[in-house]
């Protein structure tokens, strides 16, 4: 159980990666059985799932052997191009990354990336495109950050130039001290000028806040 000074966590970790027919049958139920049925790997604070890219790609392909039904996504950071790209290529329909922007110094001050960059992330953004998979990004946003001109300059460039289906806007909780430390200050468009011009120049994009199905 995760330790806390608090509490106790009310969910137990797992000290092991699962079998691959262990998600096959999970996956396969809920895929069956389920509306608009989706299934992820990753969630935010559980991991870059890509790590875990040779199992995750034998549950892909062993899905679609049994059912076409429904949508398989990640959400990930994208940053670990081979396993992203063994993902790719066993099938997956859509991937959710997460980025807090689109600069790429301004996303190594906050992501920290380790053994990846910035480029790395767009190679796995190019594949995605080039083999017609649905991208979303997980945008972490922050008002007067995330608004500025040059952020929002970056983040319409790499929308267009990747085909970004979708940009789901996440508020980020953050230390407002830490956010200054990190960026610094400067002017802002605001958060509705921000959005209205994200949908003026990218009417192919859906602004929104969480995944949908591809089929």
Known sequence: MQEAECCPSPQRRITSAPKVEEVVEIAIAHLHQAEDAIVSFGQGCEGEPSLQADLIARVIREIRAKTARGTININTNAGYYIGMAKIMAAGIDSLRVSMISAVPENYAKYHRPCNYSFADVEKSLELAQKLGIKV???????????DRVTETEALVELVKKYGVKQIQIR?????????????GSGESLGVI?????????????EIGSYSKTVK
Do not use: C, W
């Open 171 to 183: 508020n980020l909780n953050i230390d407002p001290t830490l956010m200054t430390q990190l960026y």
């Open 136 to 146: 979303a990004l997980n945008l972490l946003f922050y008002p007067g950050f995330n």
């Open 193 to 205: 000028a921000f959005l209205q011009t994200l949908k003026a120049n990218l009417p192919d994009t």
